[in-house]
């Protein structure tokens, strides 16, 4: 009968674990990164187009529509939307985070009906346990909340400042961020 308790204490327990993750990882110094990685680009970009300018001077004064033939116009584009995809990807991921909850909230529910039920539903000759639903539903929400993680790994490694080639440092990566900003 402790089953249940011990359910709506594990729910909210990642719903805390959850907020806490997130507001640790989308803070300021992670919009900053966002906002310098955008700046270096920008920054690229503008410099590849001076250098483009400079050497092919001569066949642009002669021809102004070389531009569009060698297809530097539509590279910059591409490169420029690839920015702005990748904001859209951070704002979509934020809005994901609440996933987790809806799990926990359905984990929740079925310890409930675990209190309601103790011996479980008989359908059919088989015994459901709400119980056990309720724990494969927080098993679900903690996988949820591994793959956001993940996801967010995977942005935060493509606006990282790095060396080219050059991997990023174990002491430097996002979970030693973290790291160092808690107060332990």
Not at 89 to 117: K, Q
Not at 135 to 143: D, K, N, T
Request: with cysteine.
């Amino acid at each position: 009968m402790i089953e249940p308790y011990i359910i709506v204490l594990s729910s909210v327990i990642l719903a805390a674990c959850n907020f806490a993750l997130w507001m640790l990882l989308f803070d300021e110094e992670f919009y900053h990164l966002l906002e310098s990685h955008e700046g270096r680009v920008r920054e690229q970009l503008r410099r590849e187009n001076e250098e483009f300018v400079e050497k092919m001077k001569g066949i642009l004064e002669l021809d102004p529509e070389a531009v569009e033939v060698v297809g530097f116009g539509e590279n910059w584009k591409k490169r420029l939307e690839r920015i702005n995809n990748l904001k859209r990807e951070v704002e979509d991921l934020r809005r994901r985070t609440v996933w987790v909850y809806y799990w926990g909230i359905a984990s929740l529910f079925t310890a409930s009906t675990g209190l309601l039920l103790p011996k479980g539903l008989e359908i059919g000759g088989f015994t459901l346990y709400p119980t056990a639903l309720g724990w494969w539903l927080l098993v679900i929400g903690v996988l949820v909340m591994v793959g956001l993680l993940v996801h967010y790994q995977v942005i935060e490694n493509t606006i990282q400042p790095t060396p080219q080639g050059k991997p990023i440092p174990a002491d430097q990566g996002p979970l030693e961020n973290m790291r160092k900003r808690l107060p332990l």
